[in-house]
C-alpha cells in the first residue's frame, strides 16, 4: 500500500452501555425480505438483504458454539442498523457518534426504538464472512456478539464506493 492516502478504518470500537439484567430468548426464526418474499435478483437491496442475512445466520452459529441462544432479527433494530451504515457512507463518516453529536441511544430512542444493548460497526470488509472473521478478532466485538442477555439483532449494510459500511445493533 502507498503512503499518499491515509489508511481506511476497518473497524471502531464497539459501543456498549453498562451491564444489565438479562432476558429471555427465543429461538431465532427465518429472515425474510422487507416486502416478505424473494425480491428482484440482482439489485443493490438484494444484495444487502443477503449479506445481512448471513451476518446473522454467522452470529447465530458464533453464539451457538459459545452456549448462547440465537439472536432473532428485529425491523426496529434492522431500521437503526441500516440507518447508521447509510448515514456513515453518505456522510463520509465512521464512528459510532455521528456528526451531529448523536450516539446509538439517541439515533434509537428519535426512531423509536427501545432495548438497544450495544452496536459494532465496520468498514471495508467484502461480504459478511470477512466483517464477521474482523469482527470476531476483536474482543470487545466478540463480546457483543457473544453476550448471552442479547435476544435481538438488527444488521445493516450500505454497499457503496469507499466501503462497504457494517453495522450490527444488538437488543433484546
Known amino acids: 500500500p502507498t503512503e499518499q492516502a491515509p489508511p481506511k478504518p476497518s473497524e471502531a470500537p464497539a459501543t456498549t452501555p453498562p451491564a444489565r439484567a438479562s432476558a429471555p430468548?427465543?429461538?431465532?426464526?427465518?429472515?425474510?425480505?422487507?416486502?416478505?418474499?424473494?425480491?428482484?435478483?440482482?439489485?443493490?437491496?438484494?444484495?444487502?438483504?443477503?449479506?445481512e442475512a448471513e451476518v446473522l445466520r454467522l452470529v447465530n452459529i458464533e453464539r451457538g458454539k459459545a452456549g448462547c441462544s440465537p439472536m432473532r432479527p428485529s425491523e426496529g433494530l434492522d431500521r437503526l442498523a441500516g440507518a447508521l451504515s447509510a448515514d456513515m457512507?453518505?456522510?463520509?463518516?465512521?464512528?459510532?457518534?455521528?456528526?451531529?453529536?448523536?450516539?446509538?441511544?439517541d439515533r434509537a430512542r428519535a426512531a423509536g426504538v427501545t432495548g438497544l444493548g450495544a452496536e459494532n460497526i465496520a468498514r471495508g470488509q467484502v461480504d459478511a464472512a470477512a466483517v464477521m472473521v474482523s469482527w470476531m478478532n476483536s474482543d470487545q466485538h466478540r463480546a457483543n456478539i457473544l453476550n448471552c442477555d442479547f435476544t435481538a439483532l438488527g444488521v445493516g449494510v450500505h454497499f457503496a464506493d469507499g466501503g462497504p459500511w457494517w453495522t450490527q445493533d444488538f437488543g433484546s
Not at 91 to 103: E, V, Y
Open 89 to 105: 457512507a453518505n456522510r463520509s463518516f465512521f464512528d459510532h457518534t455521528d456528526p451531529d453529536g448523536a450516539t446509538p441511544w
Open 25 to 51: 430468548t427465543a429461538p431465532a426464526p427465518a429472515r425474510e425480505t422487507p416486502t416478505g418474499g424473494a425480491a428482484r435478483a440482482g439489485s443493490t437491496a438484494d444484495r444487502a438483504d443477503a449479506a
